[in-house]
DNA sequence: TATGAATGAGCCTTCATTCAT
DNA sequence: CATGAATGAAGGCTCATTCAT
């Protein structure tokens, strides 16, 4: 990419970044049409590219920004000494909901890196998402091992949160309007209900 | 489409059908590329829209035919008698494989439709999707409602389950091939610990 | 072509004659389907090419037979002693009017030659349409030269039957069934004014 | 269509227009090639579409074009005070010859449209044809009733003098150039053979 | 002989990318 | 810096032609 993006106005670059943010994630790379974009963001076809070589590029800058953004606020607005599993990771969705606010699609665009399956996208980003899973490892690096209720199996245990939330995100981003409020409640629940199952003291099996 | 389909050799029509499963499960409606599908089946161009109009009625029919196989087999071996949530569930998976050796991307096929985002194929589909849907419905028909630990939510619940059975098949394709042994492993595995979660006896909250 | 598709029920021989007539007359050369002669005919693809090697070849085999037909019939059916020039080109219509009971398309057929822009078509046919100009011509051999009024141009006047009537063909094909007496009315009414015409003493110019 | 395409530079524009107007005539509707066009107009295929949403969208901005242009030179060009029937149809073709120096095509093309079968391309452009129509029907609006010889029948005479004029166009048109001379040259005859033809006294039928 | 399944070149259209202004 | 005109490869689809049965 050209440095010099950063010396547009910051409403431009943001305008920019949410543009594409949006349509990559709701169309996947591939099928993430120029043309949207310039309409998303009432932004001249040229000048993307004269910013980001091509496509490929565009895409990349974009994951590399939606993950450093979310990072660095992780690390800004993250309580340090958290050292419960389900607290921290309502903090990590907290922190989620505070980029939404400035980059309304990074939540969503994240998420659906996971199902990306352009391998020429995939290839392209799977340095910066190795980065990303690392932040989030590191926000748990304090959380004191939860005391399972020995039927748990760990492994299962994260499958169930991790998908269950992407899940949740995906059905509040197919509303018309995400409702942050809905959002956040339906996490609480849905958390409060794993932690009070997963150290429950099991019942005889039938 | 054209009824003359079903007069081609069974392996014929089998490698098209196929064909057009793993290209519209791997990329969604509007990004499956015909040419993909004529590599993926061995069968020229021409004859695709000679049997079926166009791509839509392609789509349209791939997943009639994915759904009535299922659905045919869902009645043929599953055991009626279940009165089980979760045994009814690995029953149903069970049957999924099976389809699976024939229609080795129909599980897949059908979990990718929750994704589809194009007006046009939703709409064309929506109806077969309802059958589906139904036909689950139907299957769970028997089970006798759990009984859940008080704390225990059952929209939340239902959510977990679905969410991560998806993300585990999900899991699984993406592998360079589907071992339906380590898949049925997990699923089992998370089955049984989400038993055993639901109907425990809560500790108390810290 | 192959002479044994004169071995065919001659029924179906008319058939298939009359289809691609029908075709090529409403469609022109190029934008004639093979699909839709076999939906006019009755009779498969596979035949088509059986008989005629190519598209060109049946345009040229169906050329080659209706003027072969006319002729026949013209030769057949003119009463030889014919003198005048608007008697004459009224039993000529007559003749075409006689061949179309066989085959409905042949007249239309024929003028639609005119209008052909096909490069290829034009090559491959001019020769024929050049024997049937000549058959034409011959029609007219014993005809006595008009005794036309003296600001009647020859060639003009020549222009103005044929493109008219023509026009007057081409008006009755444009309805859903071709009404046989009421071409020939409109044909011998306009062929008795342009007789009155031709011959008048003129009145003073203004 | 973009509006866009105006601020192209006036060659440019008539290149494209030319073309499509040229293929359109000469093919009809369907049969039109876009890279026929392309190779005419030397600009590339993309470009078309950047400017007309569709195929029958560049067909309706042509015939829209092509009658709006011959209909502001009959108003700008045509003497208004003239009662004469065949002056009149003479000043009118003057007219076509002189829209024929800047669009060459708009003369045939405007007369194919009477040829042309595609219901598609019929429905989209039956306005502005009926506009045409008007617009020739108002440049006769002072032309006072000819005196016809009492065998005149009026409909035949305009089917006469239509057809025929439509017959010397396309004539001229099949020519490698047209000869702008040769063309007024022999409608000028035709109509004057016409003049007085319809006004002589009749002789006797014998 | 007769069929229609099968093919692939070519058509209209879309879209990432380039480039003159 | 910014625009959008311009390009051409690729996508969905059609159609003349071939060929196994």
Same mark, same amino acid.
């Given at each position: ?77 993250? %309580? ?125 099996? %039938?």
């Amino acid at each position: 990419m050209n440095e010099k993006f950063f010396d547009l106005k910051k409403e431009k670059q943001d305008r920019m970044i949410n543009g594409a943010m949006k349509v990559f994630a709701l169309n996947g790379y591939a099928r993430a049409s120029t043309d949207e974009m310039v309409k998303e963001a009432g932004v001249s076809k040229g000048l993307w590219f004269h910013y980001f070589e091509n496509k490929i590029g565009l895409y990349t800058f974009v994951v590399d920004y939606a993950i450093k953004y979310l990072n660095m606020e992780l690390t800004a607005d993250m %309580p340090a000494e958290n050292t419960d599993f389900f607290d921290t990771t309502i903090e990590i969705e907290k922190v989620k909901m505070l980029v939404r606010r400035s980059y309304p699609y990074v939540p969503l665009f994240l998420a659906s890196l996971d199902k990306e399956t352009s391998p020429e996208a995939l290839e392209a980003v799977s340095n910066y998402i190795e980065v990303y899973r690392e932040r989030i490892r590191e926000a748990y690096a304090n959380v004191e091992r939860i005391e399972f209720a020995p039927y748990v199996d760990d492994r299962i245990f994260d499958m169930t949160i991790s998908y269950t939330m992407k899940g949740i995100l995906e059905e509040e981003y197919a509303k018309d309007v995400f409702d942050e409020k809905s959002y956040m409640g339906k996490i609480k629940v849905f958390l409060s209900q794993m932690r009070k199952m997963s150290q429950a003291a099991p019942v005889e099996e %039938p």
